[in-house]
């Protein structure tokens, strides 16, 4: 049993980041740096599209409408 751990312990190493490699990490982190560099563009092109007419949107805010239907709802009582 001995020489057995005499082996291992002389098989031993410190662990260290090198030892390891993740090709999912590694991946993912040129995927980032990727979307970064492509960032910017995109800002740059959203600051001029500042200045133009925004399209219209299919977001409702439900404030409006339910102060619509409360106006309509009241206007329909005075009418009746």
Request: charged fraction near 40%; avoid cysteine.
């Amino acid at each position: 049993m001995a020489a057995l751990e005499k082996v291992i312990k002389k098989r031993m190493k410190d662990w260290s980041p090198e030892m390891v490699s993740d090709p999912i990490q590694e991946s993912l982190l040129k995927l980032i740096a990727d979307k970064k560099k492509a960032k910017p563009a995109k800002k740059a092109a959203a600051k001029s599209k500042k200045g133009e007419d925004k399209k219209p949107s299919n977001v409702v805010n439900i404030m409006d409408v339910l102060k619509k239907s409360v106006a309509q709802e009241l206007k329909s009582r005075k009418a009746g």
